[in-house]
């Protein structure tokens, strides 16, 4: 009898233990491109989210509760990260964070909706506000506010009359392009060539050569990490003199490791940048992330790091742990970096959780993407 009752105490400090546990801390979802095709973004995203994670945790957590955080690899399969949302959300998890590939955000941003979890994602196809899903939040502007911003750059700066555009034919690129056409129409410059391309491709000879027959002003590249990186070796390659222009994805880190000197002189308008050092909060996360990870952060670590802190920004004014209040008090809000210095930069959301914040031109030179100019929110 002794040792029956003992076992059962045992049984029972065992499960009031975790039951404890459980409730000093709070689980949030990483759901990310670990591996696959976006590993490139998948991985800064997760480390910048470590990072802000880390100092969540040692400022008391959220609400006093430490942040345990999960990581589920999507592959970069839409399928599976549809499947990885429900299993973090099956696992306790008050938000998801990921993922950033809009192919697999349009997937899985339903599971989320359905349960009520908020989620915030590093996907910049316009599609993903237009749904009129609640629950779904960027971490950076999508791309029919990013491409207009480079209007003014290709008609008043380069004074380009003829351009085209070099794609890649994912939910990314086709949301890109389409914005693209209409902003070029709009400002009267005409696209003489239009060169879709595909997730993976490794030979871009034949685009550049397309490219180079129609000999434009400048082209407009809109790839992901690794296709931008091939493309831009080839144009070295072939040597195509004109200007090439794009989003973030054309002069980050990664790409230009991946491209090493063929990145030179390439220009892109990106939202958010580590290279920006002349923003405090910007440069102290770029320090950290360098200092931890051995390697310079890209634009996708630091929309990790602003999707963690803004949960535990905006999960504090509403006061509980509610999915539903959650949603309802980002709708609309604006987060003062001088008030919430971890926002980094003055940042607002609208009422299909598309963001607005200053965004920044860059240009790679000697090796490393330079500031060259900053573009007010709109």
């Given at each position: 009898?002794?040792?029956?009752?003992?076992?059962?105490?045992?049984?029972?400090?065992?499960?009031?233990?975790?039951?404890?546990?459980?409730?000093?801390?709070?689980k949030l979802g990483m759901v990310a491109e670990l591996s696959g095709a976006g590993a490139p973004s998948g991985t800064n995203w997760r480390d910048g989210i470590k990072i802000?994670?880390?100092?969540?945790?040692?400022?008391?957590?959220?609400?006093?509760?430490?942040?345990?955080?999960?990581?589920?690899?999507?592959?970069?399969?839409?399928?599976?990260?549809?499947?990885?949302?429900?299993?973090?959300?099956?696992?306790?998890?008050?938000?998801?964070?990921?993922?950033?590939?809009?192919?697999?955000?349009?997937?899985?941003?339903?599971?989320?909706?359905?349960?009520?979890?908020?989620?915030?994602?590093?996907?910049?196809?316009?599609?993903?506000?237009?749904?009129?899903?609640?629950?779904?939040?960027?971490?950076?502007?999508?791309?029919?506010?990013?491409?207009?911003?480079?209007?003014?750059?290709?008609?008043?700066?380069?004074?380009?009359?003829?351009?085209?555009?070099?794609?890649v034919n994912n939910e990314f690129g086709k949301g890109g392009h389409t914005v693209f056409l209409k902003e070029m129409e709009k400002a009267g410059i005409e696209v003489i060539?239009?060169?879709?391309?595909?997730?993976?491709?490794?030979?871009?000879?034949?685009?550049?050569?397309?490219?180079?027959?129609?000999?434009?002003?400048?082209?407009?590249?809109?790839?992901?990490?690794?296709?931008?990186?091939?493309?831009?070796?080839?144009?070295?390659?072939?040597?195509?003199?004109?200007?090439?222009?794009?989003?973030?994805?054309?002069?980050?880190?990664?790409?230009?490791?991946?491209?090493?000197?063929?990145?030179?002189?390439?220009?892109?308008?990106?939202?958010?940048?580590?290279?920006?050092?002349?923003?405090?909060?910007?440069?102290?996360?770029?320090?950290?992330?360098?200092?931890?990870?051995?390697?310079?952060?890209?634009?996708?670590?630091?929309?990790?790091?602003?999707?963690?802190?803004?949960?535990?920004?905006?999960?504090?004014?509403?006061?509980?742990?509610?999915?539903?209040?959650?949603?309802?008090?980002?709708?609309?809000?604006?987060?003062?970096?001088?008030?919430?210095?971890?926002?980094?930069?003055?940042?607002?959301?609208?009422?299909?959780?598309?963001?607005?914040?200053?965004?920044?031109?860059?240009?790679?030179?000697?090796?490393?993407?330079?500031?060259?100019?900053?573009?007010?929110?709109?």
């Open positions: 009898m002794h040792r029956k009752y003992l076992l059962a105490l045992s049984t029972a400090l065992i499960a009031l233990s975790g039951t404890v546990h459980a409730q000093e801390t709070v802000a994670v880390e100092e969540i945790n040692a400022d008391g957590g959220i609400l006093g509760k430490k942040i345990e955080l999960g990581e589920y690899d999507t592959q970069t399969d839409p399928q599976v990260s549809r499947a990885l949302v429900q299993k973090a959300i099956d696992d306790g998890a008050y938000a998801i964070l990921g993922t950033i590939y809009s192919g697999s955000t349009l997937v899985n941003m339903l599971v989320a909706q359905q349960n009520s979890v908020p989620q915030f994602v590093g996907s910049e196809s316009p599609a993903i506000v237009e749904k009129g899903n609640p629950y779904v939040f960027r971490t950076s502007s999508g791309a029919q506010k990013g491409i207009p911003a480079l209007t003014t750059y290709f008609k008043d700066t380069l004074k380009a009359q003829k351009v085209a555009v070099a794609w060539a239009d060169v879709p391309s595909e997730q993976a491709q490794t030979d871009y000879a034949a685009d550049i050569a397309k490219l180079k027959q129609a000999n434009p002003d400048t082209v407009f590249v809109y790839m992901n990490q690794e296709e931008s990186a091939r493309f831009l070796i080839e144009a070295k390659k072939q040597s195509l003199a004109m200007p090439l222009v794009g989003e973030v994805t054309l002069t980050e880190a990664k790409v230009i490791e991946l491209a090493a000197g063929a990145a030179e002189g390439a220009i892109a308008h990106v939202g958010v940048t580590a290279t920006a050092t002349e923003i405090p909060g910007i440069a102290e996360f770029a320090k950290t992330f360098e200092e931890t990870f051995k390697r310079k952060p890209t634009h996708d670590a630091i929309k990790g790091y602003v999707g963690a802190w803004t949960t535990k920004y905006v999960t504090e004014m509403v006061g509980e742990f509610d999915g539903e209040a959650f949603s309802e008090k980002m709708h609309g809000l604006c987060l003062k970096a001088a008030e919430h210095p971890k926002i980094l930069l003055d940042t607002c959301w609208d009422a299909t959780g598309e963001m607005s914040r200053p965004s920044f031109m860059v240009q790679v030179k000697d090796g490393a993407p330079v500031v060259i100019g900053q573009v007010p929110a709109n």
